[in-house]
């Protein structure tokens, strides 16, 4: 859809993600997707799950109608954050990453399982926000960079010119010595004397050889141009700050990743910076001097701006094995600070503040999507604060054969799709008959019910399996057309599916 379709229409943002004053940020693309379109978006990538692509497309929605709710009842909206409970592999992770990238939201995923209550070594539940602000700095300032990539790129190829054919200052060169007369007093002054005749014929050749270095200048452009000058040497000056190790800072073993993290950041930006010449091909000096640009050229306090509003407004967390912090495990051991990290969990989840080396994050509109499959536990197992945090809960089904089926052929990402355009890379072409897809499925379908279920995932090893010898040996092979039919799958997959130590063979 054009720019100019999207601003034409009432309520629609500028261009960028940026409200009118006053207002949030609000993603213009977001008024076309209706939950329908949104659930039809997933369906472009996931198979099944309709349950689930429901609940977090009204989750993705109620964002957008929020943006539209009075000053004054709009920070009273909070997000209804969602639990996905279901077994590995069904595509849990997948809806949360998808919705994200379909919203041009922050997005980041965290195990719950690596946080630790406070006081115990470990991460502290905080440090998701702040690894939610990096993500979004990073990608407002994506944006920026694509936005003067045009320009820089242009800076670039003058610097480059600079750099192959040094520029020499033509007036210092052409003008001539000061001569020195003496005074009355025994002094000198210095007087310059420049004929007319000679004076002209020196500014004409200053002239010719203006022209001369223009026409070389433009030759050099040419070559840049086409490449031919990539290998060749130049010397470039680079910044480079003061190693992190070398700075004497004790670190508390309780901070992993969090305010110690930060503190380093901020020590190293502080630290003055050192330049060094490097002499290195063309090709690495304008990967060099394009960031250089890029830098001048991006306002970081507005990208930091931007960012900030971007994740306090449109941030997703996706929180995995959310199970494995669940049910009274008092003891020793690993299992001893579960139920402390739900209580640390629990104020940023319903809203709090979070000090990061950007400023201060409201974590009150930010999206939790928690997921887990609740083998031994059950979502009642959380605390009861935690699970008034999370009120909306979809359980996602075991996929069948026939949904292997349509995820080996239907997503614009199919795996079938992968390995035919990896063996297209070496000039030949990857065939497989739908009766060869349909016995793939099948075997995946079976090791999963006799070994321990891991989802789609099995798909992944079974093909791994089955095409292990051809993408070994297609360099070498006369054959450029490859066709995978069910013998062919029976044959190549016959020990994995009779031998009772699958083990041995799948993981």
């Given at each position: 859809m054009a720019t100019n379709e999207l601003d034409a229409r009432p309520g629609a943002a500028p261009a960028g993600g940026q409200g009118t004053e006053g207002e949030p940020p609000v993603q213009p693309w977001l008024d076309e997707l209706t939950p329908r379109g949104i659930v039809a978006e997933l369906d472009k990538y996931i198979v099944g799950q309709g349950d689930a692509k429901k609940a977090v497309a009204i989750a993705l929605r109620n964002r957008w109608r929020r943006q539209r709710v009075d000053d004054e009842l709009r920070d009273e909206i909070?997000?209804?954050?969602?639990?996905?409970?279901?077994?590995?592999?069904?595509?849990?992770?997948?809806?949360a990453r998808r919705l994200a990238k379909l919203a041009g939201a922050p997005f980041v995923k965290v195990e719950a399982s690596k946080f630790t209550e406070v006081g115990y070594v470990g991460r502290d539940v905080e440090s998701m926000v702040r690894d939610l602000v990096e993500v979004a700095v990073n990608m407002v300032r994506t944006d920026r960079e694509d936005e003067v990539q045009e320009v820089a790129e242009q800076r670039v190829e003058e610097r480059l010119l600079d750099l192959l054919i040094p520029p020499v200052d033509g007036a210092a060169a052409a003008a001539p010595a000061p001569k020195l007369e003496q005074t009355g007093d025994g002094g000198a002054q210095a007087r310059i004397f420049v004929a007319g005749p000679q004076g002209a014929v020196e500014k004409k050749e200053d002239a010719e050889n203006r022209e001369r270095r223009e026409r070389t200048r433009e030759k050099f452009r040419a070559l840049l141009a086409d490449g031919k000058l990539e290998d060749r040497e130049v010397e470039v000056e680079v910044s480079q700050g003061m190693p992190i190790e070398n700075m004497m800072i004790p670190m508390g073993g309780g901070m992993e990743g969090g305010m110690d993290g930060n503190l380093m950041d901020m020590l190293q930006d502080m630290m003055p910076k050192r330049t060094k010449r490097r002499t290195v091909t063309v090709a690495e000096a304008r990967r060099i001097l394009l960031q250089d640009e890029l830098d001048k050229l991006v306002n970081m306090d507005e990208v930091v701006n931007e960012a900030m509003d971007r994740v306090e407004e449109m941030g997703i967390i996706f929180l995995d094995e959310i199970d494995k912090i669940a049910g009274d495990h008092a003891g020793m051991g690993p299992d001893v600070s579960r139920e402390g990290v739900q209580r640390d969990l629990l104020p940023v989840v319903e809203g709090s503040t979070v000090q990061t080396k950007y400023g201060i994050v409201r974590t009150d509109h930010i999206l939790f999507i928690a997921a887990g499959a609740f083998h031994v536990s059950k979502p009642s197992d959380l605390i009861p604060e935690l699970q008034g945090r999370f009120p909306i809960r979809v359980e996602?089904?075991?996929?069948?054969?026939?949904?292997?089926?349509?995820?080996?052929?239907?997503?614009?990402?199919?795996?079938?799709?992968?390995?035919?355009?990896?063996?297209?890379?070496?000039?030949?072409?990857?065939?497989?008959?739908?009766?060869?897809?349909?016995?793939?499925?099948?075997?995946?379908?079976?090791?999963?019910?006799?070994?321990?279920?891991?989802?789609?995932?099995?798909?992944?090893?079974?093909?791994?399996?089955?095409?292990?010898?051809?993408?070994?040996?297609?360099?070498?092979?006369?054959?450029?057309?490859?066709?995978?039919?069910?013998?062919?799958?029976?044959?190549?997959?016959?020990?994995?599916?009779?031998?009772?130590?699958?083990?041995?063979?799948?993981?």
């Open positions: 909070v997000p209804n954050n969602i639990i996905l409970i279901g077994p590995t592999g069904v595509g849990k992770t997948e809806i996602l089904k075991s996929l069948t054969e026939a949904d292997f089926v349509r995820i080996l052929t239907e997503p614009k990402n199919a795996l079938l799709t992968q390995y035919s355009a990896l063996v297209k890379a070496e000039g030949a072409t990857l065939e497989f008959t739908p009766e060869g897809v349909d016995e793939i499925a099948r075997i995946a379908a079976q090791v999963n019910e006799r070994m321990e279920n891991i989802g789609a995932r099995r798909l992944h090893t079974v093909l791994t399996t089955l095409l292990e010898e051809i993408l070994f040996d297609l360099p070498e092979m006369e054959a450029r057309e490859i066709k995978i039919d069910a013998d062919r799958v029976r044959d190549r997959l016959k020990a994995i599916v009779e031998d009772e130590d699958l083990r041995k063979y799948i993981l």
